[in-house]
DNA sequence: CTTTATTATCGTAATATTGCGATATATAAT
DNA sequence: ATTATATATCGCAATATTACGATAATAAAG
């Protein structure tokens, strides 16, 4: 078969899931924190930065971009993204609830 | 082509993805809270629980224990598993500082 | 309006993930 | 040792992801 059954899991954990599957490769790792490295958000230096190609990296970019993390704007001829700091701030809690909720005294 | 060149980003852009791709199914979320809501560990009851037949539950068990989250042992007929806390621990340090790294004041 | 530079989308190939039935392996009980 | 139960692994089919070249869309500059 191979979809994967959403339905059988709450919204919660569906979130979660979602969430860590954009985190869940390094190239989008890699340009959350070059973004936020820079103090002016530069944009696509993330090609050469990275050694993808721009389209690999617009689709990466189009990820972060569906779950609310970016928030771009012309600067220039330049499209300029950052990080949305309330969505980010947003994602921390719940990662951290997850995090912190987990805990087991083993057999 | 489709192949992830992991080769081009850093050991702790590579682990954090890796460790987010365990998190990125719905499944391994609800059997990492199953587990640690038990008192005892309990194991299998994991596929009534979820709907999932028995193989794919062995198969998410299995990628949660490639990242070292889990420990087993057999209690009576059953084996029985549990979150290692302490690489539970290590791993939940590792995204509380990925997470507060990031910020970014936009353009 | 045309040109130039930047980013997005499309199409496609390679690979990875998800899920399950069938089967193998492992442990406890008899 | 044999049986019964629980878990792991294999093999396969369906779908998703990753990557990139080619091309379209967008915006500033001339």
């Not at 990820?63 to 600067?75: S, T």
């Not at 499209?79 to 987990?102: A, K, M, P, V």
Request: glycine residues 6%; contains cysteine.
């Amino acid at each position: 078969m191979g979809v994967s059954k959403t339905q059988l899991f709450d919204q919660r954990q569906n979130e979660i899931a979602q969430i860590a599957r954009v985190l869940a490769h390094p190239a989008r790792v890699a340009i959350l924190q070059h973004i936020s490295r820079q103090d002016s958000c530069i944009c696509s230096d993330l090609v050469e930065e990275t050694g993808l190609a721009q389209a690999t990296i617009s689709q990466h970019l189009s990820e972060i971009k569906k779950i609310g993390l970016l928030r771009g704007n012309f600067q220039g001829r330049n499209l300029c993204y950052c990080i949305d700091t309330d969505r980010w701030n947003e994602i921390q809690g719940i990662f951290e609830s997850f995090f912190t909720r987990i805990s087991s005294q083993c057999c």
